[in-house]
């Protein structure tokens, strides 16, 4: 029967379909109810709100119709009873609920449907929200819980309903789950009263003994979510019952079982509440765990007795506390973490159906380590069945909470006391051998996150993205500071070697003390137990081990050479398909949310060879090349595309692992090998009916063995034949719109690293030229990034030289003067150097008036800084040195001149000057009358361009420094400042004859004190540029500069010269530095620290080994500065450091981190009330430090989070996170990175993030507030709504479980009831007040994720 639904429904529609639901068929009743349904949910809001006839006749029909004796129509009734009740006027929510609560069913076995409606109703009914008033129909709807449902709860109706829903013997669970939906939806404005009733109520249902065990699991549920809203003095007088209960020596098993239970959903319920009452109920749990009772338990055995299932049941619900404990209340539980972990490790080895002595044990283990395999009870059936041992839980439960413990107290804690791998670690490593798979699982699980915590950071996962999301040339920005120009490098075919496995790893040196030199001492038992392991057919027990192994390599950076014999042959035989393991079901694990299944245990076997190909030195890979060639070859065609891709990019490792350089000295010995691979990377690449995903790694890998075989040394491993097949390959796939982006790439490598030794025939490489040149014409910004670069080094490459013809240069031209008339500042800088090397070659061809009239709009139409300035110079001083340079020279200084920015322009004419060998109409000495006879800005140009000169001629340079200092004027304009920096410049190229001038006119002060620091600051930028020798004035300038820095003026530049001067001369000024910092005088404090700040964003080998041995000393002085200001510039001092230097502070970081964390909370004592005016206004002078500790925060989270308390760190977050606006939004981007980086932390905190969340989003400003602070208010409001978002994502499966056990959350962890209801309840929230905000952020986040 079709449902014939109007799209816009009346009341009348809903009196038509009303007396169907009374139809003697069945089946009627039920399409009735379902149009019924269908009519509410496409309906306006107000369908029955001004009909109460309609309304209460729906209302009997409905209800009636739960009465049914057919179950589907039943089950109809109550799906139609939630939008019913949405839409009904909230004058009639009593009588609904009355009808409800009066109902009787007539069959004995559906005695759940009234509990169920009730909960649908309470579920529909409109809800309060905290900090909100509360509304009309929202007091209608609590008035009617309040008045009708709570007495029926507690039995205090009047009328003849028998015992209440939560009394007598015959209470289900699902009454106690409308008690729980009713706490859930109404708890914030349910009374003390109300509150302590049902909280009794509840208690009083656990304590009777015939209550089944299903609706006591559900009474736990409602304590925790009671607990949110209990008072103090309630809750403490819970915890006081409680504890006197648990004191009874005489309490049954199953009682102390639930109270422990109650006491571990507390914890994780209101952890903050809960925590100041853990001191009194902790020893309780523990006392559950001594090794009293276990002993006790272990003779009862021995003397005949059976494990009871009660006792185990005790010791599982007292773990899982302890867990809880552990996880909601980290601080709290630090006293009493040696008695937790000993109570752990006592049962994780808890398996009294398998006693045995250790060292017995340990001897059996060794002489039967060949016959594993045969171990039928481990192996044959994948678990030990025996339905009487629960043992089995005990010991899982004790693995989960030893988990809890490495993720909670690993980081700056645990891991460095050395306690977790002193303790832990080895008992874990024992369990290896456990026998039953869950608990193995869960002993893997905690051993693999305790050595991924040991490195240095959280160990990305390998996807395509990072194997070929950028090309060569394009490596992430890097904050050091360069020692030379990087555009004059470039030009000589620079090359960034960073990632690219040229060179052979080499085994870390192990530190003698630490968590690395920890874990390389358990290396070898992990590896051997992890051997037996992998000998077995469990396939999640394997996939989890290789995981493992996989953790170990990548920690380690290789450390796994020696065992390379023991555990190839096994890698190996995981990566191959046997009939035993294909029909293997997907069997979830511990440790995350993946399946094991057999494919992702081959491609994880996959990922473990491309890990010992790139971590392990060739040297120690070269045994067994031949078994793992063979065993990729094999795997690299198969059908499922997952595998196939894995294995080309494994065959892609091992394909670096056998060509120089760093198989040098054997590469040819294994020739055949990598003629194995060429062929099949090859056949993978021309495969047109390969995913898109093969394809593209296949070319990727391609590109690799080409460019390892066309440098110097590995030329003759590919025969030219071979080589030229292969590039024609790659110019197929670069015409191909699928593969083009990874042939560019492809191309971009092979180009890159060719050599003189190998030559690409011309017509090959007209053809990539040209199309790659066309490419930078399309949307695609990766790909004209990617085909920038490839085209700058094909154009540099020695490879193909002489193969560009007239036409294919005069194509590229054309493109790249596009380019540069567009300002397309990706593709700026290595286009301006492709023209730079063409214009050496065809300067006929390059040097037009196209390109002068794209140069000169470009300086004179937008900002030309850094890497696209540096090779703009490069290509001026080629076409200067073709002499090609008069006519760029007229029209820059006829168009140009004053039109661009003078220091930029300058620059540009200055070069040209001097590349052009400084004859012809244009010389210095024009530029020199220039000055001599203009003010103003004409002068300034004139200036810059002879400084420019200055610089590039050095001693051959005519002029003298009265030059630059006749500029300088008593006020300070444009032209002295000009004349400082060209003076510096100029003096840079001449030290002698020009800072013994400049350090002599020092003593004028004034203004010119300050310019002519300007120019002392040029010189030391060029003079540690390039090097030069300060010889004797290096003494003077520092004596100068100090003496300088008394004017409040000079301070920063003078703090940048002494970071400078320390940068060229180290063993000198180091310890002069180190001085300053103890001074006395607050002010040289402050220029040291900020000269400290500069000094460390450069690269110099002298200057970071002393510095390695003052850094950290430096810091902590200057963080316990007296002074704020100074410890505000000590903060942005750390943050560089550990951005810039973050592999000298990151061992130390325990004696810094306290004074970053102090410095991050509110101070009262620097609050103040300014009257101003009629206003007063609140000032914080501790705000500006505040920030900068936050900053600080951010930074050190992103470059040592591995060797920061999550716990600590988490505190100051989310107290930023009610702090100011700027505050609030760094805590929203590092709670944004912590919800990847540390899930399971981030939910324990939800609670505590959505209480700050709320606030800010309730915030209302005064109707006087300005636009400023409207702004400010709007932008925070967005940055909240966007980690709300983010989070609701991100842990979507955690959240849909609405607090249901067992539900998956990141991390392998589960939710338990009652958790994070304030997180519930303030998404519910934001959704519906927020909807129309949420929707754009999701749709922005969506069109940011389409863009490529």
């Known amino acids: 029967?079709?449902?014939?639904?109007?799209?816009?429904?009346?009341?009348?529609?809903?009196?038509?379909?009303?007396?169907?639901?009374?139809?003697?068929?069945?089946?009627?009743?039920?399409?009735?109810?379902?149009?019924?349904?269908?009519?509410?949910?496409?309906?306006?809001?107000?369908?029955?709100?001004?009909?109460?006839?309609?309304?209460?006749?729906?209302?009997?029909?409905?209800?009636?119709?739960?009465?049914?004796?057919?179950?589907?129509?039943?089950?109809?009734?109550?799906?139609?009873?939630?939008?019913?009740?949405?839409?009904?006027?909230?004058?009639?929510?009593?009588?609904?609920?009355?009808?409800?609560?009066?109902?009787?069913?007539?069959?004995?076995?559906?005695?759940?449907?009234?509990?169920?409606?009730?909960?649908?109703?309470?579920?529909?009914?409109?809800?309060?929200?905290?900090?909100?008033?509360?509304?009309?129909?929202?007091?209608?709807?609590?008035?009617?819980?309040?008045?009708?449902?709570?007495?029926?709860?507690?039995?205090?109706?009047?009328?003849?309903?028998?015992?209440?829903?939560?009394?007598?013997?015959?209470?289900?669970?699902?009454?106690?789950?409308?008690?729980?939906?009713?706490?859930?939806?109404?708890?914030?404005?349910?009374?003390?009263?109300?509150?302590?009733?049902?909280?009794?109520?509840?208690?009083?249902?656990?304590?009777?003994?015939?209550?089944?065990?299903?609706?006591?699991?559900?009474?736990?549920?409602?304590?925790?979510?009671?607990?949110?809203?209990?008072?103090?003095?309630?809750?403490?007088?819970?915890?006081?019952?409680?504890?006197?209960?648990?004191?009874?020596?005489?309490?049954?098993?199953?009682?102390?079982?639930?109270?422990?239970?109650?006491?571990?959903?507390?914890?994780?319920?209101?952890?903050?509440?809960?925590?100041?009452?853990?001191?009194?109920?902790?020893?309780?749990?523990?006392?559950?765990?001594?090794?009293?009772?276990?002993?006790?338990?272990?003779?009862?055995?021995?003397?005949?007795?059976?494990?009871?299932?009660?006792?185990?049941?005790?010791?599982?619900?007292?773990?899982?506390?302890?867990?809880?404990?552990?996880?909601?209340?980290?601080?709290?539980?630090?006293?009493?973490?040696?008695?937790?972990?000993?109570?752990?490790?006592?049962?994780?080895?808890?398996?009294?159906?398998?006693?045995?002595?250790?060292?017995?044990?340990?001897?059996?283990?060794?002489?039967?380590?060949?016959?594993?395999?045969?171990?039928?009870?481990?192996?044959?059936?994948?678990?030990?069945?025996?339905?009487?041992?629960?043992?089995?839980?005990?010991?899982?439960?004790?693995?989960?909470?030893?988990?809890?413990?490495?993720?909670?107290?690993?980081?700056?804690?645990?891991?460095?006391?050395?306690?977790?791998?002193?303790?832990?670690?080895?008992?874990?490593?024992?369990?290896?051998?456990?026998?039953?798979?869950?608990?193995?699982?869960?002993?893997?699980?905690?051993?693999?996150?305790?050595?991924?915590?040991?490195?240095?950071?959280?160990?990305?996962?390998?996807?395509?993205?990072?194997?070929?999301?950028?090309?060569?040339?394009?490596?992430?920005?890097s904050r050091k500071r360069r020692r030379q120009s990087s555009a004059a490098g470039q030009v000589g075919m620079p090359v960034n070697l960073s990632g690219t496995g040229l060179t052979s790893p080499k085994a870390e040196k192990i530190p003698a003390t630490g968590p690395r030199a920890d874990l390389a001492a358990l290396t070898p038992a992990i590896v051997k137990s992890a051997t037996r392991l992998l000998k077995g057919k469990l396939i999640p027990t394997k996939q989890a081990t290789i995981n493992i192994l996989d953790d170990l390599i990548s920690v380690q950076k290789g450390g796994l050479a020696s065992y390379l014999d023991q555990i190839t042959d096994l890698i190996l035989d995981a990566i191959k398909v046997t009939g035993s393991s294909t029909s293997s079901a997907p069997v979830s694990f511990a440790g995350g949310s993946a399946s094991a299944t057999t494919n992702t245990l081959r491609i994880a076997a996959l990922r473990l060879i491309s890990s010992f190909a790139r971590n392990h030195s060739s040297n120690d890979l070269q045994p067994y090349l031949p078994k793992i060639v063979d065993g990729v070859v094999l795997v690299v065609h198969d059908r499922v595309y997952k595998i196939a891709a894995e294995a080309v990019q494994t065959a892609e490792e091992v394909s670096k692992a056998i060509t120089p350089p760093r198989a040098r000295m054997t590469a040819q010995k294994y020739k055949g090998e990598l003629q194995k691979l060429y062929s099949v990377i090859v056949d993978r690449t021309t495969d047109n009916d390969a995913d898109a995903e093969v394809r593209q790694k296949a070319i990727h890998a391609l590109g690799t063995l080409l460019s390892r075989t066309s440098g110097t040394e590995g030329a003759a491993l590919l025969s030219d034949v071979d080589r030229n097949t292969a590039l024609g390959h790659l110019k197929e796939r670069l015409f191909n719109e699928t593969t083009r982006l990874a042939a560019v790439r492809a191309i971009d490598t092979v180009a890159a690293f060719s050599s003189s030794e190998v030559s690409f025939d011309a017509p090959w490489t007209q053809e990539v030229v040209v199309e790659l040149a066309a490419q930078l014409r399309k949307a695609n910004r990766s790909l004209r990034g990617s085909s920038v670069m490839a085209l700058k080094h094909l154009v540099l490459s020695p490879a193909t030289k002489n193969t560009l013809d007239d036409a294919t240069v005069q194509k590229v031209v054309t493109a790249l003067v596009t380019v540069i008339t567009h300002y397309d500042a990706q593709l700026l800088g290595p286009g301006l150097l492709v023209l730079a090397r063409l214009a050496q070659e065809k300067p006929q061809i390059v040097v037009t008036e196209e390109l002068m009239t794209a140069l000169c709009k470009l300086l004179m139409e937008s900002t030309v800084t850094g890497t696209?300035?540096?090779?703009?110079?490069?290509?001026?001083?080629?076409?200067?040195?073709?002499?090609?340079?008069?006519?760029?020279?007229?029209?820059?200084?006829?168009?140009?001149?004053?039109?661009?920015?003078?220091?930029?322009?300058?620059?540009?004419?200055?070069?040209?000057?001097?590349?052009?060998?400084?004859?012809?109409?244009?010389?210095?000495?024009?530029?020199?009358?220039?000055?001599?006879?203009?003010?103003?800005?004409?002068?300034?140009?004139?200036?810059?361009?002879?400084?420019?000169?200055?610089?590039?001629?050095?001693?051959?340079?005519?002029?003298?420094?009265?030059?630059?200092?006749?500029?300088?004027?008593?006020?300070?304009?444009?032209?002295?400042?000009?004349?400082?920096?060209?003076?510096?410049?100029?003096?840079?190229?001449?030290?002698?004859?020009?800072?013994?001038?400049?350090?002599?006119?020092?003593?004028?002060?004034?203004?010119?004190?300050?310019?002519?620091?300007?120019?002392?600051?040029?010189?030391?930028?060029?003079?540690?540029?390039?090097?030069?020798?300060?010889?004797?004035?290096?003494?003077?300038?520092?004596?100068?500069?100090?003496?300088?820095?008394?004017?409040?003026?000079?301070?920063?530049?003078?703090?940048?010269?002494?970071?400078?001067?320390?940068?060229?001369?180290?063993?000198?000024?180091?310890?002069?530095?180190?001085?300053?910092?103890?001074?006395?005088?607050?002010?040289?404090?402050?220029?040291?620290?900020?000269?400290?700040?500069?000094?460390?964003?450069?690269?110099?080998e002298v200057f970071d080994s002393m510095l390695k041995s003052h850094l950290v000393d430096m810091l902590k002085t200057m963080l316990e500065d007296p002074e704020m200001e100074n410890r505000r510039h000590a903060m942005s001092t750390l943050n560089s450091a550990a951005h810039n230097k973050a592999d000298v502070i990151l061992g130390h970081l325990n004696k810094l981190m306290p004074c970053v964390m102090r410095e991050t909370v509110i101070k009262p004592e620097l609050i103040r009330e300014v009257q101003m005016g009629p206003f007063k206004h609140i000032i914080d002078d501790g705000l500006e430090l505040r920030k900068a500790a936050y900053e600080t925060l951010y930074a050190l989270m992103e470059t040592a989070f591995s060797r920061i308390s999550i716990i600590d760190l988490y505190d100051r977050i989310v107290a930023g996170l009610s702090d100011d606006n700027d505050i609030k939004a760094l805590c929203n981007l590092m709670v944004s990175k912590l919800a990847y980086i540390d899930p399971d932390e981030t939910i324990r905190r939800l609670d505590s993030i959505a209480e700050a969340f709320r606030k800010t989003l309730s915030t209302k400003l005064k109707d006087t507030a300005v636009k400023q602070e409207l702004e400010k208010q709007a932008e925070a409001n967005r940055a909240a709504l966007r980690v709300t978002l983010l989070l609701g994502e991100k842990l979507k499966a955690f959240l849909s479980a609405g607090g249901t056990v067992g539900a998956a959350v990141p991390g392998g962890s589960a939710a338990v009831p009652g958790t994070n209801q304030v997180w519930h309840s303030y998404w519910e929230w934001a959704s519906k007040d927020f909807k129309t905000q949420l929707q754009i952020l999701r749709d922005e986040d969506s069109k940011g994720a389409g863009v490529i």
């Open 1 to 477: 029967m079709a449902t014939t639904v109007p799209t816009n429904p009346t009341s009348h529609t809903v009196s038509l379909l009303l007396t169907k639901i009374s139809d003697a068929d069945p089946d009627f009743r039920y399409m009735a109810l379902n149009d019924l349904l269908a009519t509410f949910n496409v309906a306006k809001p107000d369908i029955l709100q001004h009909d109460f006839n309609t309304s209460n006749r729906t209302l009997d029909e409905v209800v009636k119709a739960l009465s049914d004796q057919n179950g589907e129509v039943q089950n109809q009734a109550i799906k139609v009873l939630g939008p019913l009740v949405k839409k009904l006027p909230s004058p009639l929510y009593t009588t609904a609920m009355q009808k409800l609560i009066e109902l009787q069913s007539h069959n004995s076995d559906v005695n759940s449907v009234p509990a169920m409606a009730l909960k649908a109703v309470v579920e529909a009914l409109p809800r309060p929200v905290p900090g909100v008033a509360l509304t009309k129909e929202v007091q209608e709807a609590y008035d009617s819980i309040s008045k009708l449902l709570i007495p029926r709860f507690l039995g205090q109706t009047t009328s003849k309903q028998g015992p209440g829903l939560l009394q007598g013997g015959q209470v289900t669970s699902d009454s106690v789950d409308v008690l729980i939906e009713v706490v859930r939806c109404f708890g914030p404005v349910l009374t003390l009263v109300e509150i302590e009733a049902l909280h009794d109520a509840v208690l009083n249902l656990l304590a009777q003994e015939k209550c089944a065990s299903v609706v006591k699991k559900r009474a736990v549920a409602a304590v925790s979510m009671l607990a949110h809203y209990l008072s103090d003095d309630l809750l403490a007088a819970f915890v006081k019952r409680t504890v006197a209960l648990l004191r009874k020596s005489s309490m049954p098993p199953t009682t102390r079982r639930l109270y422990i239970t109650i006491l571990g959903s507390m914890a994780r319920s209101i952890p903050h509440r809960f925590g100041r009452y853990l001191p009194e109920v902790v020893s309780f749990v523990l006392d559950a765990l001594n090794e009293e009772e276990l002993q006790a338990q272990l003779e009862a055995i021995q003397e005949g007795s059976e494990t009871t299932s009660e006792w185990s049941d005790v010791r599982e619900a007292a773990l899982v506390a302890l867990d809880a404990f552990l996880s909601s209340c980290p601080n709290q539980m630090r006293p009493y973490t040696n008695d937790a972990i000993e109570a752990c490790l006592r049962y994780l080895k808890f398996d009294p159906n398998y006693a045995a002595d250790e060292d017995e044990e340990m001897e059996v283990e060794e002489e039967e380590d060949d016959d594993f395999d045969d171990d039928d009870e481990f192996e044959a059936d994948g678990n030990f069945d025996d339905d009487d041992d629960a043992s089995w839980k005990v010991r899982r439960c004790a693995a989960k909470a030893l988990h809890t413990i490495i993720s909670t107290r690993s980081s700056g804690d645990l891991l460095e006391s050395g306690v977790l791998y002193q303790k832990v670690a080895p008992a874990l490593v024992k369990r290896f051998d456990e026998r039953e798979e869950n608990v193995r699982l869960e002993v893997l699980s905690a051993v693999s996150l305790l050595i991924r915590k040991t490195g240095e950071g959280v160990i990305p996962d390998f996807t395509i993205d990072s194997a070929t999301g950028d090309s060569l040339g394009q490596a992430p920005q």
């Open 868 to 1100: 696209v300035l540096d090779s703009l110079l490069v290509l001026v001083h080629s076409i200067g040195q073709t002499g090609q340079g008069e006519v760029l020279m007229q029209r820059l200084l006829n168009e140009v001149a004053l039109s661009g920015d003078p220091s930029v322009v300058g620059k540009v004419i200055g070069t040209l000057l001097v590349a052009s060998g400084n004859k012809g109409t244009y010389t210095a000495e024009l530029f020199v009358q220039e000055i001599q006879k203009q003010k103003g800005e004409r002068a300034s140009l004139a200036l810059t361009i002879l400084g420019e000169a200055g610089l590039r001629l050095g001693d051959k340079f005519p002029y003298s420094p009265s030059l630059f200092l006749e500029q300088f004027h008593s006020e300070y304009d444009k032209t002295s400042l000009s004349a400082a920096v060209a003076l510096g410049r100029a003096g840079a190229g001449n030290v002698a004859a020009y800072v013994p001038v400049i350090l002599e006119s020092m003593h004028q002060g004034g203004n010119t004190q300050y310019l002519l620091l300007q120019s002392i600051k040029e010189v030391l930028q060029q003079v540690a540029m390039s090097s030069t020798d300060l010889g004797q004035l290096s003494t003077p300038i520092w004596n100068q500069i100090l003496a300088a820095s008394g004017s409040e003026d000079n301070k920063a530049v003078c703090a940048e010269c002494i970071g400078r001067l320390v940068i060229i001369d180290p063993k000198t000024y180091m310890l002069k530095l180190v001085s300053l910092l103890n001074d006395q005088s607050p002010l040289l404090r402050a220029i040291a620290i900020q000269a400290l700040r500069y000094t460390l964003p450069d690269e110099n």
